[in-house]
C-alpha cells in the first residue's frame, strides 16, 4: 500500500518536476524567457485543483518514502539500492523546505517567488553557500532516485546498453543538467539588479 501510493504520487511529482526544471533550463536563454515560461506554466500548476493535488503529492512522498527508507534502508546493499534511499532522503529534506519556503514567500512575504525567488539564494555570498550545493544536490538526487528505480526494474538491454548503463546514463544526464541549470541561474545575474524586495531573502 504505502510502496503503491508512493508510486502514483511519485509520478504526480515526476510530470511537475519535469516542466520545472525545464523551466529553469530555459534561463539560459535569458530572465525574460524564464519568466515568461513561468508565467505560463502557473496557468497549469497554480490552478487551485492542480496546486491542491501537487502539494498533497508533495506531503504524502514525503511520509511514504521516510517509512520506505526506515523499512528497506538495513537491506540495501548494492551501489544503486543505497542511492535510491539516500537520495530520497535528501529529497525529503529538500521537498519540506523548498515548499514551505515557497509558500512562505508568497503568502508571508507577499513575494512573486519567480526566477528572482531562486536566483537571490543562488547569487548572494554568503547564503550561496548553502544555496548552491542544496539546489545541485536536489536535482542530482531526483536523477539519482530514478536512475536507482530503473536500474532496479529495468529488465533489456537497451542497444546492447546494460539496465545498470543506462541507470548510470540516467544519472550523468542529470549532473550535466545540473550544470546547465546553474549556468543559466548563475549566467545572467552580473548584469541584472536584484529587485530590492527580494534582499530580505539574503539579510540584506
Ligand atoms: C521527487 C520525489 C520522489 C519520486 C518521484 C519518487 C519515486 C519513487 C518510486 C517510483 C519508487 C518505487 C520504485 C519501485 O517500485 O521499485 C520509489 C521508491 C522509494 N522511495 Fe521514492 N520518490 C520520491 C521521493 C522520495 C522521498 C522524499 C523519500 C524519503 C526518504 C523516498 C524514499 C524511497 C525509498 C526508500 C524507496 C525504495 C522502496 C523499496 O524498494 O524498498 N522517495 N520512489
Ligand atoms: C535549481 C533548482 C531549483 C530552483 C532554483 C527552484 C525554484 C523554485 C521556485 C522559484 C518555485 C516557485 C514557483 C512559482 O512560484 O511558480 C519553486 C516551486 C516548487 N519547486 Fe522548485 N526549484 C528547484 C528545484 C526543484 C526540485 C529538484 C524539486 C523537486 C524535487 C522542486 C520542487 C518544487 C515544488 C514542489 C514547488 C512548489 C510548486 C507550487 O505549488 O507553487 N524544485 N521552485
Not at 534511499?85 to 515557497?102: K, M, R
Request: hydrophobic share 55%.
Amino acid at each position: 500500500m504505502t510502496k503503491k501510493l508512493h508510486y502514483f504520487s511519485g509520478l504526480t511529482i515526476t510530470v511537475f518536476v519535469a516542466l520545472h526544471l525545464f523551466n529553469h533550463l530555459v534561463s539560459i536563454w535569458g530572465v525574460e524567457r524564464h519568466i515568461e515560461l513561468m508565467t505560463s506554466l502557473r496557468l497549469f500548476y497554480r490552478n487551485g485543483f492542480v496546486e491542491t493535488m501537487l502539494l498533497a503529492a508533495v506531503v504524502i512522498q514525503i511520509l511514504s518514502g521516510l517509512k520506505l527508507f526506515f523499512a528497506s534502508r538495513k537491506n540495501a546493499v548494492s551501489g544503486f539500492d543505497k542511492l535510491h534511499i539516500w537520495s530520497g532522503l535528501y529529497l525529503a529534506f529538500f521537498l519540506v523546505i523548498h515548499v514551505s519556503a515557497v509558500l512562505i514567500g508568497r503568502f508571508v512575504l507577499h513575494l512573486d517567488t519567480n526566477f528572482y525567488f531562486g536566483a537571490a539564494g543562488i547569487n548572494s555570498f554568503p547564503v550561496n553557500l548553502f544555496f548552491i550545493p542544496y539546489y545541485a544536490l536536489a536535482i542530482v538526487s531526483f536523477f539519482g532516485h530514478i536512475a536507482a528505480i530503473h536500474a532496479k526494474n529495468m529488465k533489456k538491454k537497451v542497444l546492447n546498453v546494460s539496465p545498470e548503463r543506462q541507470a548510470y546514463v540516467i544519472l550523468i544526464a542529470g549532473m550535466v543538467l545540473t550544470v546547465c541549470v546553474f549556468y543559466g541561474v548563475t549566467n545572467h545575474f552580473n548584469g541584472i539588479v536584484l529587485p530590492k524586495e527580494y534582499n530580505i531573502l539574503v539579510g540584506r
